[in-house]
């Protein structure tokens, strides 16, 4: 496989896009299923699934952005206007909105920090499948994914860690190209005594 291959390609290119980047269409039901299922195929030892996700339809978004707001408003008590339009724009302003809960088990067989790692491949594959569908995505946590109320609104339970939100559409406006990262950062080879 060389650096021509589609799918690498893509790889080397996927970046994530800002919420405000993403407009309409968005993924079909059928589209955000394959996605899905590309998530599934993420490396996952004793195929645990330790992580799920909440799809908010477009009926459930103002229910959503209510919630973002009470909970800037309990954070943040003298937020602007302009603060509270953010908070509840991020519910409201991509035509794909996902929640990333991580739900590792403890006590099994495959160590917790395992369970983690494949979460996180999991979420990879899943932003790396909408850009190989043509989507850009994004995933943003911030504070509020701590937020007891709102967690308990979107039924998180206790052992549950609230992840992130996955915003995806359509690329409206080109993010800048992804930034080159030096691979030596990363890979070194190993000498031994
Ligand atoms: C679980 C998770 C939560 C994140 N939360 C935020 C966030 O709240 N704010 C933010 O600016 N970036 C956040 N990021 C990072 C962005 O999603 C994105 O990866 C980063 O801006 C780098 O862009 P790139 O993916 O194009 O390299 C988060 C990433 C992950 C995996």
């Known amino acids: 496989m060389t650096s021509t291959h589609p799918l690498l390609a893509a790889m080397l290119s996927r970046r994530s896009v800002s919420p405000r980047r993403l407009g309409l269409p968005g993924p079909s039901a059928a589209q955000l299923n394959v996605m899905v299922d590309a998530a599934l195929r993420a490396p996952d030892h004793g195929r645990i699934l330790p992580w799920r996700l909440i799809d908010f339809g477009d009926a459930q978004r103002a229910a959503l952005a209510q919630l973002f707001e009470d909970e800037k408003r309990r954070r943040t008590p003298d937020a602007t206007a302009q603060d509270i339009e953010r908070a509840r724009a991020h519910a409201t302003q991509t035509p794909t909105m996902l929640a990333f809960i991580v739900r590792p088990t403890?006590?099994?067989?495959?160590?917790?920090?395992?369970?983690?790692?494949?979460?996180?491949?999991?979420?990879?594959?899943?932003?790396?499948?909408?850009?190989?569908?043509?989507?850009?995505?994004?995933?943003?946590?911030?504070?509020?994914?701590?937020?007891?109320?709102?967690?308990q609104a979107l039924g998180i339970a206790p052992d549950e860690t609230l992840a992130g939100f996955v915003s995806m559409g359509t690329v409206i406006a080109a993010p800048l190209a992804a930034p080159q990262i030096d691979r030596g950062r990363v890979l070194s080879d190993w000498t031994p005594d």
Do not use: M, T
Request: charged fraction near 15%.
């Open 106 to 151: 403890p006590g099994a067989a495959v160590p917790v920090h395992e369970q983690w790692l494949a979460a996180g491949a999991a979420l990879g594959q899943l932003v790396l499948a909408a850009h190989v569908s043509g989507f850009g995505a994004i995933v943003l946590s911030g504070q509020r994914c701590e937020d007891e109320p709102l967690r």
